[in-house]
């Protein structure tokens, strides 16, 4: 099963990375742990992104486009990064998950969602 491993974003993540000795070791930790992802063959892909400041969102109705501008509120309701991975089953992705390294400075929450399938549509 293919599952999207979103890591919430904070209000440090919010602020843009600030390279900092503890940011890149961070960092370094984080790039261990995809590699074994990658090793164990249940790494697809993986991204952080940029600070809703920098981003937008077009909010559809019908025929009308609006587009909004960043930086969005609440940041524990934004994602800061992501991992598409392959596991077997949800059990797994927790698991994998528990071995993650804090990817914030502060408290931070990872949510893991499964993807539909072709074969979810019968």
Not at 61 to 88: C, H, M
């Amino acid at each position: 099963m293919r599952v999207m491993v979103l890591v919430k974003a904070t209000e440090d993540s919010e602020k843009g990375f600030n390279p900092t000795p503890a940011t890149m070791e961070m960092m370094e930790a984080m790039g261990k742990f995809n590699d074994e992802l990658q090793a164990a063959g249940i790494l697809i892909t993986a991204d952080g992104l940029k600070p809703s400041s920098e981003g937008k969102r077009v909010a559809l109705d019908g025929l009308s486009r609006t587009v909004i501008n960043g930086p969005f509120a609440q940041p524990r309701e934004l994602v800061a990064g992501y991992w598409i991975w392959e596991v077997k089953n949800m059990d797994e992705a927790v698991a994998w998950v528990k071995r993650c390294p804090n990817p914030m400075p502060g408290p931070s929450e990872i949510e893991i969602r499964p993807l539909y399938e072709m074969a979810d549509f019968g």
